[in-house]
């Protein structure tokens, strides 16, 4: 069974960096589009950041966008998220998923593969 694995995350203070990781367990995802969510308690999963398969394009909510980068791997099989300058309210459970289209989508539940998710908490 095809897995995502998230990894990275962990409590920073406010303005600190982590650098999440997203690798799948299985087949390789190096020629899907990719994509990071976030899920903080009592609001709903929001996108975060998305990458095509060849790594050209990306996109990314105005509330990450200057501080947040996503990036693929040499072997485009590992997607990253680089958060740099973190404040409290990126505090939440990020998720990747995997999309087979070449481009980027925003909406959770049309990508085809979904990891479990790394908890990341920002303290002021």
């Known amino acids: 069974q095809v897995q995502l694995v998230e990894s990275g995350g962990g409590l920073v203070q406010a303005g600190e960096s982590l650098r999440l990781s997203c690798a799948p367990s299985?087949?390789?995802?190096?020629?899907?589009?990719m994509g990071w969510f976030r899920q903080a308690p009592g609001k709903d999963r929001e996108f975060v950041a998305g990458?095509?398969?060849?790594?050209?394009?990306?996109l990314y909510a105005d509330s990450v966008k200057g501080r947040f980068t996503i990036s693929r791997g040499d072997a485009k099989n590992t997607v990253y998220l680089q958060m740099n300058s973190l404040k409290p309210e990126d505090t939440a459970v990020y998720y990747c998923?995997?999309?087979?289209?070449?481009?980027?989508?925003?909406?959770?539940?049309?990508?085809?593969?979904r990891g479990q998710g790394t908890q990341v908490t920002v303290s002021s």
């Open positions: 998923a995997a999309d087979r289209g070449s481009g980027i989508i925003t909406a959770y539940g049309r990508y085809d593969y």
């Open positions: 990458i095509s398969w060849t790594g050209d394009n990306t």
């Open positions: 299985g087949p390789t995802f190096s020629n899907y589009a």
